[in-house]
């Protein structure tokens, strides 16, 4: 018997109620419960999106708890250290993260299946390796310039360097999961499982007589992220295992890697941008100015829902369209997507702007002078989400190069004005040069779009389909 909202609300809400919501949740059913590819993008997406509000939740509670433990500096030190290797254990994957789920999608629909098994072992080996040197290359810059670097910093950084191949081998097992719509094997892991087991290791360790500091602290994530990665290899290889019959692997690397390298510097120049401000405020201020706006930033997370779960959700099928070479789907559904991304974001940011005193206060004392930078940050982040995954149509889409050229302008933009306003503006500096950039992001990408693909990616779909109709 199949859940229907439509039947549900006619038998709880008043008949002329009923009869106003019945095109809405039609729309919904449509969406989620249909059994096309559509609907499994909706369901997805949904998914995604449920994982990132507890993912949030957790966060936010296991941020509070460990700025209370450890203190402003000290927990500044752990952030800006996490953050670094989170975004260099990521792009350490060379862009096969994401390249996966347009290789899944292509070789699965072409049932080219040497290549999906030649695919599937070389994607997985070069992330460890490729992060292993990183990693390498990092204790060895460490050790070179070791009188250069503040000493605070250097035995969280070399611990963090650690952490390497395991994050890069988790965003690849990431990958592959999403390409088949495994959204909790997808993101469970570093959403739900890592965070709880960081906090949980490190509520262990000060219990047990550790010093609540940022090498305690990074002890902890090692720990976590290695069991945490583990375990999702064995659960995705599985899963794998039961999908791909063995057989003969065929590996066109030059083609793979070809593909992936706009990838990489389009998921590179993207994990630049959404963290340059808190690496540049490392660079400029003290680690208790690094807490405050990394506190501010993770209240903000709720706005970044709506944006993170829709893209887990339809680049697989961004590729699926393209692949079939129907264009007009292709436009109708970017066009839904955006709309996916913009109303849910805007609600979210009125409820971050709302609460967002009280919950930076819960981070200590001083956290609160924060609060002002929300509205400046969440103006950027909502009008960003207005033009939806547009990085992801374009990678998916085969416009992998242009998408890595809009990202490089817009990063340099980051960089550039928060090279001019933090020294000046501090922290304030720092969110005005966020928005902007984000700002020119959304254009660009808007404008790249429509150029390159005819599609209007807008949040108002239906205005513009409107307005193309018009002779």
């Known amino acids: 018997m199949r859940f229907s909202a439509v039947t549900t609300v006619e038998r709880l809400l008043p008949a002329r109620l009923a009869l106003r919501a019945r095109p809405l949740l039609d729309a919904l059913e449509m969406a989620l419960l249909a059994r096309d590819a559509r609907g499994r993008a909706g369901r997805m997406s949904l998914i995604a999106f449920s994982i990132r509000i507890a993912n949030a939740l957790i966060a936010f509670v296991s941020q509070v708890l460990l700025a209370r433990w450890m203190g402003g500096f000290e927990y500044g030190i752990f952030v800006l250290v996490w953050v670094t290797m989170i975004i260099v254990g990521s792009i350490s994957c060379l862009g096969f993260d994401t390249a996966v789920i347009r290789f899944i999608s292509e070789y699965r629909e072409k049932a080219m299946w040497p290549e999906l098994r030649g695919f599937h072992l070389t994607g997985r080996l070069l992330a460890l390796i490729t992060a292993t040197i990183v990693a390498a290359i990092g204790l060895a810059v460490i050790w070179g310039l070791g009188e250069r670097i503040e000493d605070y910093y250097l035995v969280p950084f070399a611990l963090g360097l650690i952490c390497l191949p395991m994050i890069a081998l988790s965003d690849l097992l990431q990958g592959v999961a999403r390409a ?20 949980a290791f490190m509520a262990a360790a000060i219990a047990t007589g550790f010093a609540p500091s940022a090498e305690t602290a990074m002890l902890a994530a090692v720990a976590a992220t290695y069991l945490t990665t583990l375990a999702q290899l064995t659960l995705v290889t599985g899963r794998v295992e039961r999908q791909v019959d063995p057989g003969p692997r065929r590996y066109l690397l030059r083609h793979w890697v070809a593909i992936s390298m706009p990838i990489f510097l389009v998921e590179s ?23 405050v706006y990394f506190a501010t930033v993770k209240t903000l997370a709720l706005v970044h829902f709506a944006s993170f779960a829709v893209k887990a959700g339809v680049a697989q099928r961004y590729a699926q369209i393209s692949h079939g070479d129907d264009r007009a789907a292709l436009e109708v559904f970017a066009r839904e997507t955006a709309a996916w991304t913009f109303w849910p974001s805007l609600a979210m940011a009125l409820v971050v702007l709302v609460l967002g005193k009280p919950l930076l206060g819960l981070f ?81 990408l808007f404008l ?24």
């Not at 630049?272 to 405020?281: E, F, Q, S, Y």
């Not at 790249?448 to 018009?470: C, D, F, Y």
């Open 269 to 291: 120049f993207f994990f630049l941008l959404t963290n340059a401000d808190v690496l540049m405020i490392g660079r400029f201020l003290p680690p208790g100015e690094v807490a």
């Open 180 to 199: 088949n719509s495994w959204a909790v094997a997808a993101l469970s892991p570093a959403y739900l499982v890592r965070p709880v087991l960081i906090l």
């Open 364 to 444: 200590g004392p001083g956290f609160d002078q924060g609060y002002p930078l929300l509205f400046v940050l969440s103006a950027g982040v909502v009008l960003r989400a207005a033009i939806g995954p547009a990085e992801s149509l374009l990678t998916m889409t085969g416009n992998q190069n242009v998408c890595a050229a809009v990202y490089a302008l817009t990063l340099g933009v980051n960089i550039a004005l928060n090279f001019l306003l933090i020294p000046q503006f501090a922290l304030w500096g720092a969110a005005i040069a966020t928005a902007a950039a984000m700002t020119f992001e959304a254009t660009a």
């Open 448 to 471: 790249t779009v429509r150029r390159r693909l005819g599609i209007t990616m807008s949040a108002l779909p239906h205005r513009a389909a409107r307005l193309k109709e018009q002779p």
